[in-house]
């Protein structure tokens, strides 16, 4: 039921772009809130954006404002983080999460212990 399949990801040089995808299962996409982690080594995890996918604004950390955008395809249950001007510091191991569908109080937010489905990952190497 929460399985979420991440595409995407690689090496590119700073400045660079890169796109992930993120399917989900139509339980797991309808009607909740999904976000975008990342984790590099030896520091913990962080949100970076975050999108309730019935629509509305989406939330972005403030170091990755104006660079990346979230966005999401309804017909494909499949959100996206497009990642432009990238930067050393966004390497990481990014994962795409997803709130409990049947809880209450979905919210939008980028806390990790908000989150109960998580992808397998999928590594983002930027070099400067």
């Known amino acids: 039921q929460g399985q979420l399949v991440e595409v995407g990801g690689g090496s590119v040089q700073a400045g660079g772009s890169l796109r992930l995808s993120c399917a989900a299962s139509?339980?797991?996409?309808?009607?909740?809130?999904m976000g975008w982690f990342r984790q590099a080594p030896g520091k913990e995890r962080e949100g970076v954006a975050a999108?309730?996918?019935?629509?509305?604004?989406?939330l972005y950390a403030d170091s990755v404002k104006g660079r990346f955008t979230i966005s999401q395809d309804n017909a494909k249950n499949t959100v996206y983080l497009q990642m432009d001007s990238l930067k050393s510091e966004d390497s990481a191991m990014y994962y795409c999460a997803a709130q409990d569908p049947e809880a209450n109080g979905i919210r939008l937010t980028m806390r990790p212990d908000a989150y109960k489905y998580w992808g397998q990952g999928t590594q983002v190497t930027v070099s400067s």
């Open positions: 999108i309730y996918t019935d629509g509305g604004t989406p």
């Open positions: 139509k339980y797991t996409y309808l009607s909740n809130c």
